[in-house]
């Protein structure tokens, strides 16, 4: 059964501040890593990872996949209050279908 | 990235009634609709996967008679909660992928159908 674990689950940090979210995972046939974020709707999508070592960009957001240790990391760097969501990180495997991880519940502080 | 809608967005309803939710692909074909269930502070828990003009398949622990799926064009597919009770509310959600290798790579998200069982 395909598994995907984030740390930390909750995290709470002041504007400001630099963030590591992390995602481990074991997973058949993987064929892609995602990362989205959610506030109080439908996850929102931030980044598609397939290739090892290669760093996605986007504003203060990004993601880096480890393919030999089966890991991701999130980066958001000056973060906002509007950061403040719960990101959530799956994996795209057998059947095309997304397995997710619990998420990690960010708060940022003014 | 393209457009999936859903409806309603939120649904109150009596326990032992049925409760239909809709989920459209505006701007594409969705060759393939997967059905999730969220609980509060939980992630998201696929529920069964829908191909177009076949039988969803369901995940294991979700009863196929109690959550019915229809898919029955390229656009539209049902999730219709039967005899709905109170541990049935959550948020549910859909999302809709293309056809061949790019296509099935990517899952576009529905806003969601927030349900509440009295």
């Known amino acids: 059964e395909d598994k995907v674990v984030q740390s930390p689950l909750s995290l709470v940090v002041h504007e400001g501040d630099t963030v590591t979210l992390n995602c481990s995972y074991e997973v058949t046939n993987f064929r892609s890593l995602l990362w989205y974020k959610q506030e109080k709707k439908a996850p929102t999508f931030l980044f598609m990872l397939t290739s090892s070592g290669i760093e996605k960009k986007s504003g203060r957001l990004s993601s880096i996949l480890d393919k030999k240790e089966l890991f991701s990391i999130l980066n958001i760097t000056a973060t906002q209050t509007g950061d403040s969501a719960v990101y959530l990180c799956a994996t795209l495997g057998s059947n095309y279908k997304l397995t997710f991880g619990k998420g990690t519940l960010l708060t940022v502080n003014p | 990235g393209a457009v999936v809608s859903q409806h309603p967005s939120r649904v109150i309803c009596k326990s032992g009634t049925s409760v239909k939710i809709e989920c459209r692909s505006l701007?594409?074909?969705?060759?393939?609709m997967f059905w999730y269930r969220q609980f509060p502070k939980q992630s998201l828990m696929l529920m069964a996967t829908s191909n177009e003009g076949s039988k969803a398949t369901y995940e294991q622990g979700v009863e196929k008679d109690k959550f019915l799926i229809n898919h029955a064009s390229l656009t539209l597919s049902t999730l219709t909660v039967t005899s709905a009770h109170p541990e049935d509310s959550s948020f549910y959600i859909c999302?809709?992928?293309?056809?061949?290798?790019?296509?099935?790579?990517?899952?576009?998200f529905g806003p969601g159908t927030r349900l509440t069982v009295l």
């Open positions: 999302s809709a992928s293309g056809e061949g290798d790019k296509g099935r790579n990517e899952q576009f």
């Open positions: 701007d594409f074909q969705a060759t393939t």
